[in-house]
């Protein structure tokens, strides 16, 4: 064998290890996830954060509505570029749910997209979001949700074609586009900005419709929250930057009142896919609405992502 | 010849006239409706919200021409007016008609027993307005795209 083969070879495996390595899950660090493990959660607070999160309109069956949105027995179907998800059960179901799952597991999978067995989840599950959560939060969201009934669904598996079918792939996903960081620097450290871009950013998930991607599914980070093409089909999510033709135009007073109400400053309602986010945002304390709204009204201005 | 010319000349003429008729387009004539719509929701949002007083005879004459708008919806949806004039009536309008007249019968009802209810104070209008606009979202989730 010629030397040039050997060096080959050894190159190709050293580069399969350093893939092998960089694409491992990565669970939350030990002491966080004990920090976690030694609170106590509120399944009360839990509540709000669950309406925050928007947990409902992927886990619920679909078309759920009422007391149905928290029977979490999952269905709902989300189209993208990369194949159809199926939201699966999240209920405190041991054998199809959760209900197995320690508040460590939970938090591995919202801060981190690693399941218990040490897998990565797909994005699609907004952890690249909810990894920005508090600890007090993903302990009361646990709490709340091992209060809900359980149910015995069966979880779909994703529609998924090739390469996107090989969950290892995430790794490389993550390794270029997961970040727990904030998505814009704010001029001030007005509570009420903090509080709206921890909800904006974190729980609220705004920017995983929001804000466009690459052509690996990434966020384009230079047009935060400036609207992209509508994944599933015809149309665009709007645009939320002061700027954009979208709700530029609107006071903050009109944000908040529109995520209560689901009428537009015109008396024009919510529709599409936001009818189920505003309906979530109803169920929040109007100072959270009000604190998403003063969020929204300081980013920086970008031209509307989908063109 | 040279009357045939004019007669193509006429008839590309008034092709190249019709976009300023563009106020008889059903995706207009549509739009419009929905603006009003908007207006009268406006005159009651404002009462139900106590940012002007209540006043029965113009939640009255909104409650009525809301009543108006939603019964003559439905009409201005044909086939042919998918697109254009920035429709943003969504595919489902046409592939699910069945869906969708439901949905706009389930305005026209709501609409009118809002209307015969006649609510003479505010208590009584924001009884009424609850299950009036309970299904804008509703409707909107699935028959209409945003453009912009």
Same mark, same amino acid.
């Given at each position: 064998?010629?030397?040039?083969?050997?060096?080959?070879?050894?190159?190709?495996?050293?580069?399969?290890?350093?893939?092998?390595?960089?694409?491992?899950? #990565?669970?939350?660090?030990?002491? $966080?996830?004990?920090?976690?493990?030694?609170?106590?959660?509120?399944? @009360?607070?839990?509540?709000? @954060?669950?309406?925050?999160? =928007?947990?409902?309109?992927?886990?619920?069956?679909?078309?759920?509505?009422?007391?149905?949105? +928290?029977?979490?027995?999952?269905?709902?179907?989300?189209?993208?570029?990369? =194949?159809?998800?199926?939201?699966?059960?999240?209920?405190?179901?041991?054998?199809?749910?959760?209900?197995?799952?320690?508040?460590?597991?939970?938090?591995?999978?919202?801060?981190?997209?690693?399941?218990?067995?040490?897998?990565?989840?797909?994005?699609?599950?907004?952890?690249?979001?909810?990894? $920005?959560?508090?600890? +007090?939060?993903?302990?009361?969201?646990?709490?709340?949700?091992?209060? /809900?009934?359980?149910?015995?669904?069966?979880?779909?598996?994703?529609?998924?074609?090739? *390469?996107?079918?090989?969950?290892?792939?995430?790794?490389?996903? +993550?390794?270029?586009?997961?970040?727990?960081? *904030?998505? @814009?620097?704010?001029?001030?450290?007005?509570?009420? /900005?903090?509080?709206?871009?921890?909800?904006?950013?974190?729980?609220?998930?705004? =920017?995983?419709?929001?804000?466009? $991607?690459?052509?690996?599914?990434?966020? #384009?980070?230079?047009?935060?929250?400036?609207?992209? #093409?509508?994944?599933?089909?015809?149309?665009?999510?709007?645009?939320?930057?002061?700027?954009?033709?979208?709700?530029?135009?609107?006071?903050?007073?009109?944000?908040?009142?529109?995520?209560?109400?689901?009428?537009?400053?015109?008396?024009?309602?919510?529709? =599409?896919?936001?009818?189920?986010?505003?309906?979530?945002?109803?169920? /929040?304390?109007?100072?959270?609405?009000?604190?998403?709204?003063?969020?929204? +009204?300081?980013?920086?201005?970008? *031209?509307?992502?989908?063109? | 010849?040279?009357?045939?010319?004019?007669?193509?000349?006429?008839?590309?003429?008034?092709?190249?006239?019709?976009?300023?008729?563009?106020?008889?387009?059903?995706?207009?004539?549509?739009?419009?409706?929905?603006?009003?719509?908007?207006?009268?929701?406006?005159?009651?949002?404002?009462?139900?919200?106590?940012?002007?007083?209540?006043?029965?005879?113009?939640?009255?004459?909104?409650?009525?021409?809301?009543?108006?708008?939603?019964?003559?919806?439905?009409?201005?949806?044909?086939?042919?007016?998918?697109?254009?004039?920035?429709?943003?009536?969504?595919?489902?309008?046409?592939?699910?008609?069945?869906?969708?007249?439901?949905?706009?019968?389930?305005?026209?009802?709501?609409?009118?027993?809002?209307?015969?209810?006649?609510?003479?104070?505010?208590?009584?209008?924001?009884?009424?307005?609850?299950?009036?606009?309970?299904?804008?979202?509703?409707?909107?989730?699935?028959?209409?795209?945003?453009?912009?």
């Amino acid at each position: 064998m010629s030397r040039l083969a050997i060096g080959l070879g050894v190159a190709a495996v050293a580069a399969a290890a350093t893939a092998f390595v960089l694409t491992m899950p #990565k669970p939350v660090q030990s002491a $966080r996830l004990e920090t976690i493990s030694g609170l106590e959660g509120d399944p @009360v607070a839990g509540e709000a @954060v669950f309406w925050a999160g =928007g947990c409902a309109s992927c886990h619920a069956a679909p078309g759920a509505e009422g007391d149905a949105l +928290k029977v979490l027995s999952g269905g709902v179907r989300l189209k993208s570029d990369f =194949g159809t998800f199926i939201g699966p059960n999240i209920s405190p179901d041991p054998e199809h749910g959760i209900g197995g799952w320690s508040v460590a597991d939970f938090a591995n999978a919202m801060l981190a997209g690693v399941s218990p067995d040490g897998g990565h989840y797909y994005p699609a599950f907004p952890y690249g979001s909810y990894a $920005r959560m508090s600890d +007090k939060d993903i302990a009361d969201l646990f709490a709340f949700l091992k209060t /809900l009934p359980a149910s015995a669904t069966a979880s779909l598996p994703h529609e998924l074609g090739f *390469p996107f079918n090989i969950r290892r792939t995430l790794g490389g996903w +993550k390794l270029l586009f997961f970040s727990d960081q *904030p998505r @814009v620097a704010l001029a001030s450290d007005d509570p009420a /900005l903090v509080r709206g871009q921890y909800l904006v950013e974190g729980p609220g998930h705004c =920017g995983e419709c929001h804000t466009p $991607r690459n052509a690996l599914g990434g966020f #384009k980070t230079d047009a935060w929250l400036a609207g992209a #093409k509508n994944p599933e089909g015809e149309g665009v999510i709007p645009n939320l930057t002061p700027g954009g033709k979208s709700i530029g135009s609107w006071s903050a007073a009109d944000i908040a009142y529109y995520l209560e109400s689901g009428f537009t400053p015109d008396f024009d309602s919510v529709g =599409g896919s936001m009818v189920d986010v505003q309906k979530n945002m109803a169920h /929040l304390p109007g100072s959270d609405r009000e604190a998403i709204a003063a969020y929204l +009204k300081a980013l920086p201005d970008r *031209p509307d992502g989908w063109k | 010849m040279i009357i045939r010319t004019l007669i193509a000349a006429t008839l590309i003429g008034a092709a190249g006239l019709a976009p300023a008729l563009a106020a008889d387009e059903p995706q207009v004539v549509r739009q419009d409706l929905m603006k009003k719509n908007g207006k009268d929701l406006g005159v009651l949002v404002k009462m139900v919200k106590g940012e002007a007083p209540f006043d029965a005879a113009q939640a009255q004459a909104a409650l009525t021409e809301i009543h108006g708008v939603a019964s003559e919806f439905g009409a201005y949806f044909p086939e042919g007016s998918e697109t254009g004039f920035d429709t943003e009536a969504a595919p489902a309008i046409w592939s699910d008609r069945a869906g969708f007249d439901k949905a706009v019968a389930q305005f026209e009802a709501d609409a009118k027993t809002a209307m015969d209810a006649a609510p003479a104070d505010l208590d009584a209008l924001k009884a009424v307005f609850g299950p009036l606009t309970k299904n804008c979202g509703a409707c909107h989730e699935t028959y209409r795209l945003k453009n912009s």
